[in-house]
DNA sequence: ATTAGTCGGTATCCATTTGATACCATCACG
DNA sequence: CGTGATGGTATCAAATGGATACCGACTAAT
């Protein structure tokens, strides 16, 4: 089978130009911004944690281990801005902050959780792919 | 595929202790690696697009319009040593290169498409959480 | 009274990553 | 001969990430 350099096969079905209509694969739909917070590794954490249940700042950092407190302080920030998590301050001593999702939050929980578990069940495939992969020589070229 | 098929153990009597379990919110489980490599922009929009019929290089650069050279190559060379994409190279004249999704990558394409959509479908959505949120005043603190 | 700890963060610094740009060899086409 | 297509690498600047230190206000233990 030669796949040969054929035309350019535009991809159709995509064009639809009807309505403010979003596509992520338009450079510059504002989409991107949103899928880079989405497709994030601390979101995917922090959203799949945030079930139901509010939790507050410290409980989340010791619930994800290995986030920083800077890092978890700017992916809230921005989850917050982006509706997806609400913030709220209790005047307590010392101030109690808890995180929550939110509505439009939940309809994202699931896609984000089947990530989370999607890298759980099949750790050890993609362990055999990588070992296959790097026990292969540097691709010396051949003539 | 037997994920306990492990050459070097050769001490059948003995139990193993469980099955490798694996915990994303585990801060040293390596399935944060793996979680990083598929929570990424590039990863979805790549994996999105390679919809059942393989792409050559510049092909998909195309598709996903805004991505660099660099860091296309780069995601699909991990994305390759994933187990993710398979990279096939025809001795033309250029060289054609095509990429194409894995029998591994097909169980996970339907998760990141639903990504990539939702951040389409909510798009109003989040952005009037953004114009709300930039709207209030920058948070003084009343005593 | 002193010390240590909790709360939810900033401030600062440096390493890693990302992105833009240029460049490469090979060949086809006009 | 000049242009364009192929799939990349090289180089450098900019943005980001993470580690660490620090903060003010208060509590609990010493």
Redesign the interface.
């Known amino acids: 089978m ?4 054929s035309k ?2 535009a ?1 159709p079905a995509r064009a639809k130009t009807a309505k ?9 739909c ?3 911004l ?3 917070r ?4 601390w ?3 922090i959203l ?2 945030l079930d139901r249940t509010p939790l507050r700042f410290n409980q989340l950092r010791r ?4 986030v920083s407190q800077k890092v978890l302080s700017q992916t809230l920030k921005g989850l ?5 998590v609400a913030r709220q301050v209790f005047p307590t001593v010392p101030v109690t902050v808890e995180y929550a999702i939110t509505p ?1 939050g939940l ?2 929980q699931d ?1 984000l959780q ?3 578990r ?3 069940t ?9 070992r ?3 026990r292969r020589p540097p691709a010396a070229v051949r003539r």
């Open positions: 030669s796949p040969g350099h350019e096969t991809h403010p209509r979003y596509d992520v694969y338009a450079p510059d504002p989409t991107r949103v899928l880079a989405l497709a994030d590794k979101t995917v954490l799949g944690r619930a994800i281990a290995g917050e801005r982006d509706g997806l439009l309809t994202l896609t089947a990530l989370g999607w890298a759980e099949h750790m050890d495939a993609v362990l055999a792919a990588q296959q992969y790097d």
